[in-house]
């Protein structure tokens, strides 16, 4: 009877253990073919698996390291957000910020911020926006205008300036800015943002960046070459996923804000500690290592040399497309090659991002030479093929 139920169970295990097996494959195999999405699928953090042996938590504010938990990371957290401020200019000594579940979440802060602070004021985002802000807006309850855009990506400025001379009288505006639109890689011009609301003489407001996916991208790159995008063009907030550009095995992300408006939210819980400033409360402790393990740890050198290979591999993709007569594009530092929709079966295969007629891929680390020739050979056959019935 005992060895019976003894191999029961191991039966049992057993099979469990095929199920994650197979699991294992689909996941190996699908990475092999997955140039639609933001991910970058290059990575290797093996000097980090002994933390997976511990529960990490970095409940609370990571700039009051007086809470009560102690295995936790939010030392590394901090460094994390200092380099990130460094980045992207945030006054020295008036930044605050966390690591979050990715960028989503850093929109939902920025919005939030930006409503207690302007309980009654006005959200404008352009009709590229990524989707998280519609259900941002109905989580926060607050008033919003949809801007057009213009056919690259980037919002209509005109169009911007009529809705907010219309509307001057009513409430604060709060801009909600696209660093990078999810579909197409547009970046809205924040000097514009400026100019528009000081012709309009329209002094308070608050400006959020969705700088999601080329956060990572434009800091790297000469001066010259970018449109201001971060605190040196005098926002608010800015979101930032950690799982795009750099690569991560699990989302996440910063939100980075000026220290000013944090200040105005989160009250101290007795319970743990610690001010109860982020959106969630336990909070991922392993995300945090993975920044610092990029950001910190690897040479800035390594990183930059990745952003100009992305670069030119947006660049190479466009150009192979066009020698097979199929119309692609890019945004100027977008790393996102847009193209028309290829039928379902190219779509589903390779996981493209569609939207209406068009479809993209994202030159990210993993999409090599070979992976973008391999694409494009099959969507020009597909397209043959379609042709000829
Ligand atoms: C990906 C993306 C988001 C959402 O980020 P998640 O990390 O998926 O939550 C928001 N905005 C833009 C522009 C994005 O590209």
Known sequence: MKTNKRKKIWVGKKKELQVLDA????????????????ASLVFDYSILLRFLKYHINNIGDPYENSGYYKINTLNIEKRVIDRFAELFHAPKNNYWGYVTNGGTEGNLYGMYVAREQHPRGILYYSDQTHYSVIKNLRLLKMPSCVVKSQPNGEIDYKKLRAILLDNKSKATPILFANIGTTMKGAI?????????????????????????????????????????????????????????????????????LKKSHAEKIGNFIEYVGTSDRTISGSRNGLTPLFLWHEM????????????????????????????????????????????????EKIVRKWQLAVEGDLAHMITLPHVTHRLIDRVIKEISLDKKSAKKL
């Not at 699908?30 to 999405?37: I, L, P, Q, R, T």
């Not at 995008?229 to 005098?234: G, I, K, L, S």
């Not at 993709?317 to 530092?333: L, S, T």
């Open 23 to 38: 699991l294992y494959k689909i996941i190996s195999d699908a990475s092999k073919e997955m140039v639609g999405y933001p």
């Open 296 to 343: 910190i740890y690897s040479s800035e050198g390594k990183f930059k040399k990745k952003i100009r290979d992305c670069l030119k591999n947006a660049q190479y993709a466009v150009e192979q497309f066009r020698k097979v007569g199929i119309q692609a594009w890019h945004n100027p530092n977008s790393i996102i090659v847009i193209f028309p929709r290829p039928s």
């Open 188 to 256: 809205d011009d924040i000097l514009k943002f400026h100019e528009i609301l000081s012709s309009l003489h329209i002094d308070k407001y608050y400006i959020h960046c969705d700088a999601a996916c080329f956060g990572m991208i434009l800091p790297f790159l000469p001066d010259k070459q970018t449109k201001h995008f971060d605190f040196r063009a005098n926002i608010d907030s800015m979101a930032i996923s950690g799982h795009k550009v750099i690569g991560t095995p699990m989302p996440c992300g910063v939100v980075l």
